[in-house]
């Protein structure tokens, strides 16, 4: 597959600056490409069930994406066998989609990805056979025992042993017409979404793991970007604004996935939700390490409502030109 680059992503390194206010994209900017126009999220791993006997909830975070025809899997959720059991219950075959995205390398966005891979292979020899990941994906963690914590590096053998292939992104690029995977994320803001538990061993040298490869899709319609991010280790603000420049500096109409901003300060959650107002946030969908009462606050801050912004569950969706279908859990 020929993937077209747009321009050469910022370096992975590069300090955080100041907080520069930023223009809000008020309406949709001229477009030099193909929108997309039939778009669904639907969510297959993260904390909450959303209707009885019909998903099971993990810490870990998993969608399926459908854009004008075309399927991808996002991230593959924290256990072996979570996404598996839960797309069966919710009646959606995986074994069709040949491309996954993984966001970043913790295992609660890896830890389905060989289980799936094969039993679905067993169905299709293609399916889950590519997989979309950002430069540094597989740069060693160490922790504080000097053992190597990358969740993926230690699966990359097994799964290209079943044939399948990594395609490694150091730039925005677009996967399917309207459809674009962000590789690595600038830090122009100081959204300080890591742990720092772990030295990254990076080219440059020893340095924090701040989760440099952190990703995100984007998906461009009439009505504005749709963000999906599975952890957002590199900031929603810093995503969003990446997205803007890169992509088309249109509002934000959706934003699906985790935040991680469970743990964040009352400053910085009003913070963000100030500039995902800016932003144009119409719709929220947010799960896993977004936090429950963060999804609240940006809710009222923004100035959106239950209908409009919920806590995802399991089978929850996104479709636009429809909304969030929250399901029982989250109505």
């Given at each position: 597959m020929?993937?077209?680059?747009?321009?050469?992503?910022?370096s992975l390194l590069l300090p955080v600056t100041?907080?520069?206010p930023t223009r809000a994209a008020s309406r949709p900017q001229?477009?030099?490409?193909?929108?997309?126009?039939?778009?669904?999220?639907?969510?297959?791993?993260?904390?909450?069930?959303g209707n009885p006997n019909r998903g099971t909830g993990e810490w870990g975070?998993?969608?399926?994406?459908?854009?004008?025809?075309?399927?991808?899997?996002?991230?593959?959720?924290?256990?072996?066998?979570?996404?598996?059991?839960?797309?069966?219950?919710?009646g959606i075959d995986l074994s069709t989609i040949t491309d996954v995205v993984i966001t970043h390398n913790h295992d609660d966005h890896t830890g389905g990805l060989l289980t799936l891979r094969r039993a679905m292979q067993a169905k299709n020899p293609a399916a889950l056979g590519r997989a979309h990941v950002a430069r540094g994906i597989f740069w060693p963690r160490l922790n504080a025992n000097g053992?190597?914590?990358?969740?993926?590096?230690?699966?990359?053998?097994?799964?290209?042993?079943?044939?399948?292939?990594?395609?490694?992104?150091?730039?925005?690029?677009?996967?399917?017409?309207?459809?674009?995977?962000?590789?690595?994320?600038?830090?122009?803001?100081?959204?300080?979404?890591?742990?720092?538990?772990?030295?990254?061993?990076?080219?440059?040298?020893?340095?924090?793991?701040?989760?440099?490869?952190?990703?995100?899709?984007?998906?461009?319609?009439?009505?504005g970007l749709v963000l999906?991010?599975?952890?957002?280790?590199?900031?929603?603000?810093?995503?969003?604004?990446?997205?803007?420049?890169?992509?088309?500096?249109?509002?934000?109409?959706?934003?699906?996935g985790g935040f991680h901003l469970f743990n964040a300060t009352d400053e910085q959650l009003e913070w963000t939700a100030g500039k995902l107002k800016e932003a144009g946030l119409t719709y929220l969908l947010g799960g896993h390490c977004t936090g429950i009462e963060a999804v609240y606050r940006i809710r009222a801050r923004a100035g959106l409502t239950r209908k409009n912004a919920v806590v995802s569950a399991v089978g929850s969706s996104f479709t636009l030109g429809k909304g969030i279908s929250a399901l029982s859990i989250a109505s």
């Open positions: 020929r993937l077209l680059s747009l321009a050469a992503a910022a100041g907080l520069t001229p477009v030099d490409h193909a929108l997309a126009r039939d778009v669904k999220v639907t969510v297959l791993s993260t904390m909450l069930a975070y998993a969608a399926l994406v459908e854009v004008d025809g075309r399927r991808w899997l996002f991230d593959t959720g924290a256990r072996p066998e979570t996404v598996l059991k839960n797309a069966a219950e919710l053992s190597d914590d990358n969740g993926l590096l230690k699966d990359r053998a097994a799964y290209e042993a079943t044939g399948g292939v990594f395609v490694e992104h150091a730039a925005a690029d677009e996967l399917a017409p309207g459809v674009w995977f962000t590789g690595p994320v600038p830090r122009t803001f100081p959204e300080r979404n890591w742990s720092g538990a772990r030295v990254l061993k990076a080219p440059a040298g020893d340095l924090e793991d701040n989760v440099p490869e952190d990703a995100s899709l984007v998906i461009d319609t009439a009505d999906v991010s599975g952890c957002g280790h590199a900031g929603i603000v810093n995503t969003v604004t990446y997205a803007q420049r890169v992509v088309r500096d249109a509002p934000l109409h959706a934003a699906i």
